[in-house]
């Protein structure tokens, strides 16, 4: 069964850096493409990048510039350095594949890594 689990995040000032990590099993990592989302309290859940199986990454606008998304095929791991950290970036960020037929809601895969930025 597709599993994700994400580590890292934690607590920083405004203007600072914090890396998140996703480990996944239970389906074809190295053919999925892959995304983070990001989830605050009483907010939708939003997608803020992804990377396709060869490595290709996509951002929103929200974080074009200071967000950087990389894989590791052989490990099955996806990685989402964060820098230049704004309070509005708090929130639970969520590692989730994109799989044709699942109907598994975004921001509800795993428990998500939560990340906070105080100014």
């Known amino acids: 069964w597709p599993q994700v689990v994400e580590t890292g995040g934690g607590s920083v000032e405004a203007g600072g850096s914090l890396t998140v990590f996703c480990r996944a099993s239970?389906?074809?990592?190295?053919?999925?493409?892959m995304g983070w989302f990001r989830q605050s309290p009483g907010s939708q859940c939003d997608e803020i990048s992804t990377?396709?199986?060869?490595?290709?990454?996509t951002y929103a606008d929200s974080v074009k510039g200071r967000f950087t998304i990389s894989r590791d095929n052989a490990d099955r791991r996806v990685t989402l350095q964060m820098n230049s950290l704004k309070p509005e970036d708090t929130a639970v960020y969520h590692c989730?594949?994109?799989?044709?037929?699942?109907?598994?809601?975004?921001?509800?895969w795993g428990q998500g890594s939560e990340v906070t930025v105080v100014s």
């Open positions: 990377i396709d199986p060869d490595g290709n990454p």
């Open positions: 239970g389906f074809a990592f190295e053919e999925a493409k």
């Open positions: 989730e594949p994109f799989l044709e037929g699942n109907p598994t809601p975004r921001c509800a």
